[in-house]
């Protein structure tokens, strides 16, 4: 079977009936879900689950505006996987400003979102061209709305009926639209025609004659007399005067209007939004081909704030998915808000499988349900899911099957941590999903486009110093003082350089503790003492645990900055026994382990932070020193794969941020190790000119191209290049001699091995590219470096240097 849904016969989707989940007020195993059809059907992949269109009009998007006459289009490229009797099709003018817009020439434009990425938007085109021609649903979309059986089907008798009631349970059914054209529900909605066919029956576009002659969306009811989708309506209306936000789309009004045989019928009004949905947007892309992932991303990020509006005000929205997201014009909605229901709310659920939380029967709709929807979301639109009988399999594709998720680990790793089976694993909020994802579309965008995308940091402070710029320089100071050194990283000196979380600004407890907090933290230790001793927590409002908790973080972060890592890991054990996981703890414990030279256990706690946090550059440099550090000190089975890591990570931290100057020295190292000289020295060269470790950079570059004095490796390109940097560093540089010296003695080995330069008369460092003149330029290096040797004894083994070096005379 294909892992693409089943293709439809018509450009339409209108594919069943609604999956629902009725939770109820008792023990959730008796009554999780409503009768049984629609759990098989979430299960079996049976019917399809969202009705969304008529099978002979337009697809979802073309409901919305993004499309003419029905039969004026084509076959969509690919179908749907089946989705919520939620309708995610609307039309008409998004507002009474919308009215009186100017309708645009069909096309497309782009705009910025999140001041990172520009999207296709599509322009304003004329609502009634969205208006189905024919509307009718074919009887391979006919189900009944109760219990999800096949209703209105053809028998060897003639065709299938469009209204009558289901064999199976008796709820009647009706598949006419029960508006025509010019009839005026409620005194003011002038009805223009149908425009798609959702779960709750047909879908309409009005026009408000009492205000402005706006457009509008008339959401009808599946039937009039059905109490259950009666029921539906009133909740969406409960929600009027509560929901209210630009990226969610507006609900006038709720009104009611006769049906055919009399009865009344209740209607949603919502405003009309001319775009389409990125359903439509994604069907341009055929599979295995999807939306550009840095543009999926810049929807959602434009969806999350609704969310999270939505949450602070305790709804849930329950039924993300691509086709309940709107691209207009002007921005990103969030449409139907008939699946939006209360934070733990119980009672009918609509959901579409494949998008929907497993946990959702269980618990009720949560922020964690809604988180998972996201998740979901952003992998059907960059990602070839399989799928099977028009539902999207559970899990994700690896990053094998998935070369995305290969080449952007943290997409990969957000990706699983929003769709976490576990509700509590997941992020914590849309606003935290929101800052994760934008710090992975930076990281995305500075490899797609090739210049950093540097972001500022909500959760973690600026590196504090670097480590390793000096790693390559430090040998070559022995010319100056005679000292060999040891040139490898210290876990010591990466601790003391990382990032620190940064304090909660919405805790109660964060003025006090940022004021406690000093330079000194022998100081900051004595002022969180006198604050725990005094319940200062208590006067500024903060919780018993709260205050507990940050008071005690920073003790350890104190702790560690004091080198007392016994006391630190005693107060985290505690604190991970009282409050479970916490990502700071990790990136503390991390710390720890890095003072005691665990290096893998350090690499385990830093994994888990960027699990948690896949958006953030400081465990990434983390988790990049970590690797290095286990290179340099520890034998591993698979050096290989160490250094490889290593590599990616300062890869993606220095592509993303030039500010993180560490990364960069860290790459070159990495590099140079596989020989990739050339490549070593482009990085080096992308230090900015304007910070401190520019220098350092210069001459580590020049040692690179030296390749440890391998002079049989070396061209004379390489040489003069090395020489060229060298003079290039300022007379205030405190190594430039020393790197003279060096440049002038390799020079020189590499003339006395055999080779000739061809451009002999080319002076090097002022000196000719000669043996002689080589020896001479070497010779003066090395007494000036002996006039300034801090010992008598370095003194003299740099004159019994030179006079080594210096041309031989006959005389």
Avoid at 211 to 232: H, I, P, T
Avoid at 236 to 265: C, K, W
Avoid at 610 to 627: F, M, S, W, Y
Avoid at 677 to 685: F, K, N, Q, W
Wanted: hydrophobic share 35%; net charge negative; proline share 8%.
């Amino acid at each position: 079977m294909s892992d693409e849904p089943e293709p439809a016969d018509t450009p339409s989707v209108d594919s069943g009936p609604a999956t629902e989940r009725a939770v109820n007020s008792g023990p959730a195993t008796e009554r999780a879900v409503n009768s049984g059809p629609a759990t098989r059907r979430a299960a079996d992949s049976g019917p399809a689950t969202e009705p969304s269109t008529s099978d002979s009009g337009p697809a979802t998007a073309r409901a919305t505006g993004d499309a003419g006459p029905a039969t004026e289009r084509g076959p969509v490229p690919t179908t749907r996987p089946e989705s919520t009797q939620r309708s995610s099709i609307w039309s008409g003018s998004s507002s009474q400003r919308s009215s009186s817009r100017r309708i645009r020439p069909r096309g497309t434009q782009r705009r910025r979102i999140a001041g990172l990425v520009d999207v296709p938007v599509p322009t304003t085109k004329d609502p009634v061209d969205a208006v189905l021609r024919d509307p009718h649903v074919s009887e391979g979309k006919r189900f009944c709305s109760k219990c999800g059986q096949p209703v209105g089907r053809s028998t060897p008798s003639g065709p299938g009926p469009t209204e009558g009631d289901c064999p199976q349970c008796g709820t009647h059914f009706q598949f006419t639209p029960a508006l025509r054209r010019g009839d005026l529900v409620a005194g003011q909605y002038e009805v223009q025609g149908c425009l798609a066919h959702g779960g709750l029956g047909w879908i309409y576009l009005a026009i408000d004659r009492n205000v402005s002659d706006r457009w509008v969306v008339l959401k009808g009811l599946l039937q009039g007399g059905d109490a259950e989708a009666q029921a539906v309506a009133v909740a969406e209306r409960q929600f009027l005067a509560e929901v209210s936000h630009p990226s969610i789309v507006q609900i006038y009004n709720f009104v009611e209007h006769p049906s055919p045989d009399g009865t009344p019928m209740g209607y949603i009004v919502m405003e009309y939004l001319g775009g389409h949905t990125l359903r439509t947007v994604l069907d341009n892309y055929p599979p295995p081909n999807r939306i550009p992932v840095e543009q999926a991303i810049g929807y959602m990020l434009e969806v999350l704030p609704a969310l999270q509006y939505l949450h602070d005000i305790g709804l849930v929205y329950n039924d993300l998915k691509p086709e309940n997201i709107m691209v207009t014009d002007e921005q990103i909605e969030l449409i139907d808000l008939g699946a939006v229901s209360a934070i733990e709310g119980y009672g009918y659920l609509y959901g579409t499988p494949g998008y929907q939380a497993p946990e959702i029967v269980r618990t009720g709709p949560t922020v964690a349900s809604d988180i998972y929807t996201v998740g979901r979301t952003l992998a059907v639109l960059t990602l070839d899911m399989p799928s099977d009988k028009g539902r999207y399999r559970d899990g994700l594709p690896t990053p094998e099957q998935a070369p995305l998720l290969d080449e952007f680990d943290s997409f990969h790793r957000l990706l699983l941590r929003a769709t976490n089976p576990d509700p509590q694993q997941r992020f914590s909020s849309a606003d935290e999903l929101q800052g994760q994802l934008t710090g992975v579309l930076r990281e995305i965008l500075s490899k797609k486009l090739g210049t950093e995308h540097p972001g500022l940091s909500r959760l973690f402070s600026p590196p504090r110093t670097t480590f390793g710029t000096d790693e390559a320089l430090v040998p070559t100071d022995v010319y100056a003082d005679g000292i060999e050194r040891d040139p490898k990283l210290r876990g010591q000196d990466v601790a003391a350089a990382l990032p620190v979380p940064l304090l909660d600004p919405n805790d109660p407890s964060a003025a006090l503790l940022a004021a406690a907090v000093h330079s000194e933290p022998q100081q900051t230790l004595d002022s969180l003492r006198h604050a725990r001793e005094n319940g200062v927590g208590r006067v500024v409002g903060a919780s018993d645990v709260s205050f507990s908790k940050e008071i005690t973080l920073a003790e350890v972060r104190a702790h560690l900055d004091l080198g007392q890592v016994d006391s630190a890991v005693e107060i985290l054990t505690r604190l991970e026994r009282e409050f479970g996981d916490d990502w700071r703890m990790d990136w503390y414990a991390g710390i720890a382990e890095l003072l005691q030279d665990d290096y893998e256990a350090a690499f385990a706690r830093f994994d888990k932070v960027l699990q948690a946090l896949p958006g953030e550059i400081a465990p990434k440099i983390a988790l990049g020193a970590t690797a290095e550090l286990t290179l340099q000190h520890w034998e591993s089975d698979d050096p290989d794969a160490w250094r490889r890591f290593c590599e990616q990570s300062y890869r993606v931290v220095w592509r993303t941020d030039h500010a993180v100057v560490s990364a960069a020295f860290g790459l070159a190292r990495q590099l140079t190790a596989r020989d990739e000289i050339r490549a070593a020295v482009d990085v080096l060269d992308e230090v900015p000119t304007t910070s401190r470790h520019h220098s350092a950079a210069t001459m580590t570059a020049a040692l690179v191209l030296l390749r440890g004095g391998r002079v049989e490796e070396i061209s004379e390109t390489d040489l003069r290049e090395a020489a060229h940097r060298i003079a290039s560093l300022s007379p205030d540089e405190g190594r430039a001699l020393q790197m003279r010296a060096l440049v002038l003695g390799t020079a020189l080995e590499w003339v006395r091995s055999g080779r000739a330069s061809t451009r002999e008369y080319d002076r090097i460092l002022d000196v000719p590219f000669t043996e002689k003149g080589l020896r001479l330029g070497t010779e003066a290096a090395l007494r000036q470096l002996a006039r300034n040797a801090p010992s008598r004894t370095h003194r003299y083994t740099l004159v019994d240097l030179a006079n080594a070096i210096r041309p031989r005379s006959l005389t």
